[in-house]
């Protein structure tokens, strides 16, 4: 059933949160909703709101370091908010002369009153305007608060409270309360297991690609995940509030009252009247609800068993991508490799490089007085003096710069490999090599060195390889590769 959301909000409510200041825009809304909701029992005036928003523009640093360029862009953002009464203006109210912050705070709460955030109420008894936020504003900046606190819902009492609503004298006494209720508390129970799962699904991600060092993953492991995720959601959910312990037991209540036709009749009843339907349409919405029920305990194992291999894939990236980076200092390669990428990241690595004088030459490497000697030769390996050629100009030298860079970068680092590899196992758990699609010479390199990692014990997966080598190699586009499936490993002391 489709609700039309913008008869109830304006419909320039998220005009403020969808451009290049949007995070003022959201800091001096949760400043004013904390003063007014959060703290003392407090009326927040009209001159109250303009001094708080005020000094949260001077404490930004695009405040102190651009004053001229956020008073331009603050300025054509209120123009883009359209006109529009101005309910909380005082028309005795004269601005005169204001600090730089106070006027542009005035014109932030212009917009957001005009885009419908809040109003002004005039109260005698302060003998000025008063800021009140909307209703579905408040609701709306409650949840935003939970979801930048990275807040989860407590999963407690969701399973029990569906059993608690089919308990034989609920049935009894009130069987459409008891049928409302039960569906009404699915509802919330599925929902928050999609919502876990997809919460857990953003981890894995976060660890490859935000955190870059051991103590920052514990961090990620300990602090955030353990406490916000595991303790407070998926820990009851598979103990104390799991819904298996009371899935039989549901049912078995369902079909007692849908095989009673007097209880089937009251519900219905019951429906009718606190619905405002006719009766046939109350029928049907009974056997909307129960079917709902029914369907949604046949096929929650689907939704946990997804919940489990994504808390499994999570806690596997994240152990081996600790142990990598605890042990690529202990050998020589992965020292040069660490001090290589961070020569890479450095911002102005081509104007370090020009600005520094290095002296660039080109270096063959393949031709008859190279380093490189052909296996087949079996000549003994000697000392060589590099030909230097001609020193190259400040262009080639760039270009040369661009592809160290690329090459240098990490394209094929064990950690990259090792998201690539677990974002291709996510579903099935294994990948044969027939399956993958070699168009390119880009493809093929990928293939090589998901093999070559995956040789390595501290990988998430492993390369299975045909007992007998004789087996006729695979020929996929122009490529000649030897069979052979890729598997995720299962991890040790990992629930699954």
């Known amino acids: 059933m489709f609700f039309p959301l913008f008869k109830e909000l304006p419909i320039s409510f998220f005009r403020p949160l969808s451009g290049k200041l949007a995070p003022i825009y959201w800091a001096a809304i949760h400043t004013l909703y904390n003063l007014d909701f959060e703290g003392e ?6 001159d109250v709101a303009i001094e708080q928003t005020a000094l949260l523009l001077e404490q930004t640093p695009e405040f102190n370091a651009f004053p001229e360029r956020l008073r331009e862009e603050l300025g054509q953002d209120v123009e883009e908010g359209g006109p529009g009464p101005e309910a909380g203006a005082d028309p005795g109210a004269e601005v005169g002369e204001e600090r730089a912050a106070r006027a542009l705070a ?3 709460l212009k917009r957001l009153e005009r885009c419908g955030w809040f109003d002004y109420e005039y ?5 000025g305007y008063v800021l009140n936020f909307r209703d579905y504003a408040a609701r709306i900046i409650h949840t935003l608060t939970q979801v930048a606190q990275q807040e989860q819902p407590v999963f407690e009492g ?11 004298t609920e049935i009894d006494e009130k069987p459409g309360v008891a049928l409302y209720n039960a569906q009404k508390s699915t509802r919330d129970l599925v929902r928050e297991i999609k919502i876990l799962s997809r919460n857990i699904h953003r ?9 870059s060092t051991a103590k920052a993953l514990l961090e990620l492991q300990l602090d955030i995940y353990q406490k916000k995720v595991v303790d407070s959601s998926y820990h009851r959910f598979k103990t104390t509030d799991n819904i298996f312990k009371y899935r039989s037991f549901i049912l078995a209540q369902l079909s007692k009252l849908e095989d009673d036709p007097v209880l089937s009749a009251s519900a219905t009843q019951w429906i009718s009247k606190n619905q405002a339907l006719g009766y046939e349409d109350a029928d049907a919405r009974f056997d909307e609800w129960r079917g709902l029920i029914r369907s949604q305990m ?4 689907v939704l946990t068993d997804d919940l489990d291999r994504k808390n499994a894939r999570y806690t596997a990236t994240t152990l081996q991508k600790i142990s ?8 020589l390669q992965g020292k040069l490799v660490k001090y290589l990428k961070a020569v ?11 600005d520094a004088g290095l002296p660039c030459f080109a270096v063959s490497h393949f031709d008859e007085g190279s380093l490189y000697v052909r296996p087949k030769d079996r000549a003994p390996l000697e000392l060589a003096e590099i030909p230097l050629g001609e020193a190259l100009d400040d262009e080639r030298k760039r270009e040369l710069i661009r592809s160290a860079r690329t090459l240098v970068g990490g394209q094929y680092s064990s950690a990259r490999v090792y998201g690539i590899a677990l974002e291709m196992l996510r579903e099935r758990g294994f990948v044969a090599v027939s399956e993958f699609k070699l168009e390119r010479t880009e493809d093929l390199t990928r293939l090589v060195f998901l093999s070559y990692h995956g040789r390595d014990r501290r990988a998430p997966y492993e390369l299975r390889l045909p007992a007998s080598w004789k087996q006729t190699d695979l020929r996929i586009g122009r490529f000649k590769v030897r069979p052979g499936e890729f598997h995720l490993k299962e991890i040790q002391g990992v629930d699954s």
């Open 158 to 168: 969701l399973a029990h409270s569906i059993k608690s609503a089919l308990s034989q």
């Open 203 to 211: 981890y894995p991600e976060r660890a490859l690609k935000e955190a």
């Open 123 to 127: 109260r005698e008894s302060r003998k």
């Open 41 to 46: 029992p407090f009326e927040i005036t009209q």
């Open 324 to 331: 990598y980076l605890l042990n690529q200092e202990r050998d």
């Open 344 to 354: 890479a990241e450095m911002e102005d690595t081509r104007a370090w490089a020009l």
């Open 106 to 108: 005035r014109q932030l």
């Open 298 to 301: 046949a096929t929650i194992h």
